[in-house]
C-alpha cells in the first residue's frame, strides 16, 4: 500500500463521492455553530422548506458579541438580536446550545475539545476560520463560509476540493519562555500569511511532540494566518490522555475501539509531501508582531525593520502603510514600544496554560502605571472555574487585571471591550489587522508570558529577564 | 443564486496585498442576521473619514477623497483588481456579500485566500487568478486610462483588454458550471442522499461513537 499522509487518511474516510474534476462531497462528522455566522443559514434553510440533517453533529454557542462584564442581558440591541437569534434557532431545531450564563458557555474553539465533541479522526467545521484549531486533535478541521454552514445543515456535506499537503518539521526543545505562540509566529514570518494557501499543514517534530494539547491547539489555530485552511498534529498518548472521560469522548469498549484507531491517525512512514519547511525549535526566540500582518514579526530584542531595505516595491509600500498606521518608526527598538491595553484571551490563548504562564510572571508583581486596562478573558466557563480553583484569579486581580466572563471579547471587538483609535495593545490574539481589535487601534501579537511581561514593565519586554 | 456568463466592466484597482475580511467589511457590521445592505460600508474603515455604525445614514458621513471607490473615474465599477492574497484573516461571507451589494461582479488578483476565494462563488461573483506580472501590467493599463474596462468571458475563462490582450484563467468545472447555471448547490447536492445515507450507515458501523451521542 502507498503511504498516506495523515490529511490523506482523513479526506479519503471522509468522501462520500468525487467528481472527475475533483470535487468531492466530504462528510462531516461535527459542527460547531456560533451567533455571527449562521442566522442567514438558518433563514436559507426555512427559506427553502428544508430541514436539518443531523441534529446530534451539532454543538452552539454565543462567543462573539457575549460580554465579559458581570452583565446578563446585552445591552447593544443589535449585538442582543444576534445572540436571540441563534438561541430561537437552537430551540426551533432542537439543537444543544450553551447559552450565555451556561457555565460551559465560552469560545466555540475551546468548549469543543474541552467536551471531548473534537475527536481524532472526525471532520470539523464551522463558520469561523479558526476552526483548524481541532486539527490539534487530528481531525481535518476547517473554516467555512455561511453558504457552507446551510449546506452542512441541510446535507452533513461539503463540497470541496483536496489541497495540497504540507509538512512544518519543527525538531528541538523549545527554550525557556519559547511558547507555541512563538512558535505559530516564527513559521508564519517564516513563510508568510499565503505561504500555507491551498494546503493543508501537519506540524510533526519533536516539538510539537513536547507540546501539551493547549499548545497544539494555539499552533493548529494559527494555521489558518499562514493561509491554511487546515492545520493538523497527529494522535499520541498526549492526545488520548486529554480525551480519556471528557463529555462526548467514547466510554468503556468503544473508549477502547476508540483509541485502537486513533493510533492509526499519523502519517505513513515515507509519505511524501507536496511542500515541507523545517525549524529548529532552539533557535526561535520570544516574538512581537510590529506590523498590521501576522507575518510582520520580529524578536523581542530586534528592532522594526526599515521598509527602504526592501527590495520589493509592493511589499516596500506595504511596510510603510503598516508603519504609518502603528505609529512606528523604523529601526526603533521593540522594547521603546510603550502600550496601553493588554488582551490576554482569544482562541489561540485563552485555555488553563496560557492564564497559568501568564500568572507565573505576574504573581507579586504590579501592571505598570501606563497600562490603561489590562484585560484577562478565560476562553470558557470552565475554563474559568478551573483557574478560580487553583487561585489564579486572585494572582491576576491583585496585578491590576480585570478579571472578566468567557467569549472572544477583544480579539475582534463585537462585544464592548474594544481599543480606541490610537491606542496599543499587547495581544495573546491572532490578528493585528488594521482595526482588528477596535477602529485606529494598533495590536502586536505576542505569547501571554510576553503578554504579562509587557504589563509589568509598560513596554514589550523579553519575558526571559523575568524568569529565574 | 445569480448567474455569471459574461462581463464587460469598467476597472477599479486595489494597490494593495494581503487586504483582509475584516478591512473589506469590519465587526461592527457583522451584527447584522441578514446577507443583504453591506454594499454601503465595503471597505468602510478606508472609505470614510469617520468611524461607522451599523444604522448609520452613511450618506452623511465624510468620504476619504484619497480611496479609489470615492473617485469620479472608478463609480460603477463591476470590476476589482487586487493584489496577492485578496481576502485572507476571517471566514466571514459578509465580505463577498458587501462585494455583491456594492455592484462588484468579478475580481482579479495574483492570488485569493481560500476560503474567501471558495465564498465568492458561492455568491454568483467570479474571482480570477492572473499571473502576477500580468497583474501589474492591469494596473499600469488602469492608472493610464481613465474608463479602463475589461470583458471576462466565463464560457471561454478568458479576459480581454482594450489593447486586444488576451489572458486565459482557470476555473473548476464545478464552480463554472454553477455560476453559468445560477444553481443551488444545496439542491445538487440533495440528489445524491441515498449516498450520503450508506455512508453513514458504514461509518455508523466502524466509528459507532462519533453518532448519537450529547454531552
Redesign the interface.
Known amino acids: 500500500m502507498n503511504p498516506l499522509s495523515l490529511y490523506e487518511k482523513l479526506w479519503q474516510s471522509h468522501v462520500v463521492r468525487e467528481e472527475p474534476d475533483g470535487t468531492a462531497l466530504l462528510y462531516i462528522d461535527r459542527h460547531l455553530v456560533h451567533e455571527v455566522t449562521s442566522p442567514q443559514a438558518f433563514e436559507g434553510l426555512r427559506l427553502a422548506s428544508r430541514g436539518l440533517w443531523r441534529r446530534d453533529s451539532i454543538l452552539a454557542t454565543a462567543d462573539h458579541n457575549t460580554p465579559t462584564t458581570q452583565q446578563t442581558v446585552i445591552a447593544d440591541p443589535v449585538s442582543r438580536l444576534q445572540v436571540e437569534t441563534l438561541d430561537d434557532n437552537c430551540r426551533r431545531y432542537g439543537i444543544t446550545e450553551f447559552p450565555m450564563g451556561d457555565h460551559r458557555q465560552g469560545i466555540v474553539h475551546v468548549i469543543g475539545p474541552e467536551q471531548g465533541a473534537t475527536l481524532p479522526g472526525m471532520t470539523v467545521v464551522c463558520g469561523d476560520s479558526h476552526t483548524s484549531t481541532h486539527g490539534a486533535f487530528a481531525a481535518l478541521a476547517m473554516g467555512i463560509g455561511t453558504s457552507e454552514v446551510e449546506h452542512v445543515l441541510a446535507t452533513q456535506t461539503l463540497l470541496t476540493r483536496k489541497a495540497k499537503t504540507m509538512q512544518v518539521r519543527v525538531e528541538g526543545a523549545l527554550p525557556p519562555g519559547v511558547t507555541a505562540k512563538d512558535v505559530a509566529l516564527a513559521i508564519i514570518g517564516d513563510i508568510g500569511t499565503a505561504g500555507g494557501t491551498g494546503h493543508a499543514i501537519e506540524f510533526a517534530g519533536s516539538t510539537i511532540r513536547g507540546l501539551s494539547m493547549e499548545g497544539r491547539m494555539t499552533l493548529c489555530n494559527m494555521a489558518i494566518e499562514a493561509g491554511a485552511r487546515a492545520g493538523m498534529v497527529a494522535v499520541d498518548d498526549t492526545t488520548i490522555r486529554y480525551l480519556k472521560g471528557r463529555p462526548y469522548a467514547p466510554k468503556g469498549s468503544q473508549w477502547e475501539a476508540a483509541v485502537a484507531y486513533w493510533r492509526t491517525l499519523h502519517s505513513d512512514e515515507g509519505v511524501r509531501f507536496d511542500k515541507v519547511v523545517t525549524l529548529n525549535s532552539e533557535t526561535i526566540e520570544p516574538l512581537v508582531t510590529w506590523g498590521t500582518s501576522p507575518e510582520m514579526v520580529v524578536v523581542v530584542n530586534g528592532r522594526v525593520p526599515d521598509p527602504a531595505l526592501e527590495p520589493d516595491d509592493t511589499r516596500r509600500e506595504g511596510m510603510e502603510r503598516a508603519l504609518r498606521y502603528m505609529d512606528l518608526q523604523p529601526n526603533m527598538a521593540i522594547s521603546d514600544i510603550a502600550i496601553d491595553k493588554i488582551f490576554i484571551g482569544s482562541c489561540t490563548n485563552s485555555r488553563l496554560e496560557d492564564l497559568r504562564a501568564a500568572a507565573v510572571i505576574l504573581k507579586g508583581r504590579k501592571v505598570a502605571p501606563n497600562i490603561k486596562l489590562a484585560l484577562v478573558v478565560p476562553g470558557s466557563g470552565l475554563v474559568k472555574e478551573a483557574a478560580e480553583q487553583e487561585g489564579l484569579d486572585k494572582i491576576f486581580v491583585a496585578a491590576g487585571f480585570e478579571w472578566r466572563n468567557p467569549g472572544c471579547s477583544m480579539c475582534l471587538g463585537m462585544n464592548d471591550d474594544r481599543l480606541l483609535s490610537g491606542e496599543r495593545c499587547a495581544s495573546t490574539s491572532n490578528r493585528n489587522f488594521e482595526g482588528r481589535q477596535g477602529a485606529g487601534g494598533r495590536t502586536h501579537l505576542v505569547s501571554p508570558q510576553m503578554a504579562a511581561a509587557a504589563a509589568v514593565a509598560g513596554h514589550f519586554v523579553d519575558v526571559r529577564t523575568f524568569l529565574d | 443564486m445569480k448567474q455569471f456568463t459574461s462581463l464587460n466592466g469598467l476597472v477599479v484597482p486595489l ?4 487586504v ?1 475580511t ?2 473589506i467589511i ?3 457590521f ?6 443583504t445592505g453591506f454594499g454601503p460600508n465595503l471597505f468602510d ?1 478606508w472609505r470614510y473619514l469617520d ?1 461607522g455604525q ?2 448609520r445614514d452613511n450618506a452623511q458621513r465624510p468620504l476619504n477623497p484619497d480611496f479609489v471607490l470615492n473617485q469620479d473615474r472608478y463609480q460603477g465599477a463591476q470590476i476589482l483588481l487586487a ?3 485578496f481576502g ?6 459578509h465580505a ?1 456579500w458587501a462585494l455583491d451589494d456594492y455592484g462588484i461582479c468579478a475580481l482579479i488578483a495574483s ?1 485569493f ?3 474567501f476565494y ?2 465568492c462563488f ?2 454568483g461573483l467570479l474571482p480570477i487568478v492572473l499571473p502576477a506580472p500580468v497583474i501589474d501590467q492591469l494596473f499600469q493599463s488602469v492608472a493610464n486610462q481613465p474608463g479602463y474596462r475589461l470583458a471576462i468571458d466565463l464560457v471561454a475563462q478568458t479576459v480581454k483588454t482594450p489593447e486586444g490582450a488576451e489572458y486565459g484563467f482557470s476555473v ?3 464552480h463554472k458550471y454553477c455560476l453559468l447555471n445560477g444553481l ?3 439542491g445538487l ?2 440528489r ?2 441515498d ?2 445515507r450508506a ?2 450507515t458504514r ?1 455508523a458501523q ?10
Do not use: M
Not at chain 2, 485572507?88 to 461571507?93: A, D, F, L, N, V
Not at chain 2, 466502524?206 to 454531552?215: K, L, M, N, Q, T
Open positions: 494597490d494593495r496585498s494581503n483582509d475584516d478591512a469590519p465587526k461592527q457583522l451584527k447584522s442576521i441578514q446577507r474603515a468611524e451599523p444604522g493584489r496577492e492574497n485572507c484573516g476571517s471566514s466571514r461571507e463577498p492570488s485566500a481560500d476560503i471558495n465564498n458561492k455568491n473548476n468545472e464545478f443551488d448547490e444545496i447536492t440533495l445524491h442522499a449516498e450520503i455512508y453513514e461509518r466502524s466509528e459507532p461513537w462519533i453518532f448519537g451521542v450529547s454531552a
